[in-house]
């Protein structure tokens, strides 16, 4: 079976009033990612990776941020939607390796949850799926505390 790599990134900045989730999992912070949906960081990498490998485009294309329809949206339910597509388009995801950014919270205490979350989502078994946070060492605006990044590498074959 040949196999297929996609890469996916993102970014949001961190502001009050918003709830912060990451990974598909609620952590209590005073401030939480800004976006037209719930602005889960880890996802939305996860979920370009995914589409990328599968040369289906990015999220974007998919899930336009000037829609209505995905303004609020839940990213693990954009997540099972994008997982149905690469189905659909013949392809099954085998790996997923993430790195989250994030200067505060400090996030490896939930990685073993966010791990569960994405290979649900995906229909993964749990050693398919890698996540890892790491901080920025104060360096710009991650390390400043007012952003948010990922990383992701899905491997796919089909």
Same mark, same amino acid.
């Given at each position: 079976m040949p196999q297929r790599a996609g890469l996916g990134y993102d970014i949001h900045r961190l502001a009050a009033g918003r709830r912060l989730v990451v990974g598909g999992v609620a952590i209590e912070h005073p401030t939480g990612l800004v976006?037209?949906?719930?602005?889960?960081?880890l996802l939305h990498a996860?979920?370009?990776?995914? +589409? =990328? @490998?599968?040369n289906l485009g990015d999220l974007g294309s998919h899930f336009p941020s000037d829609d209505p329809r995905f303004a609020g949206?839940?990213?693990q339910e954009l997540m099972r939607q994008v997982g149905s597509k690469i189905r659909e388009a013949g392809y099954a995801?085998?790996?997923?390796?993430?790195?989250?950014?994030?200067?505060?919270?400090? +996030? =490896? @205490?939930h990685v073993a949850?966010?791990?569960?979350?994405?290979?649900?989502?995906?229909g993964l078994a749990l050693e398919g799926v890698s996540v890892k946070?790491?901080?920025?060492?104060?360096?710009?605006?991650?390390?400043?505390?007012?952003?948010?990044a990922a990383l992701a590498v899905a491997l796919a074959t089909n």
């Open positions: 976006g037209h949906s719930d602005g889960d960081v996860v979920m370009d990776a995914v +589409l =990328g @490998a599968a949206a839940d990213s995801v085998v790996s997923i390796d993430a790195t989250i950014i994030a200067e505060a919270p400090r +996030l =490896g @205490a949850a966010m791990r569960r979350v994405i290979a649900r989502g995906l946070a790491k901080t920025n060492d104060g360096v710009g605006e991650i390390g400043a505390g007012e952003a948010i």
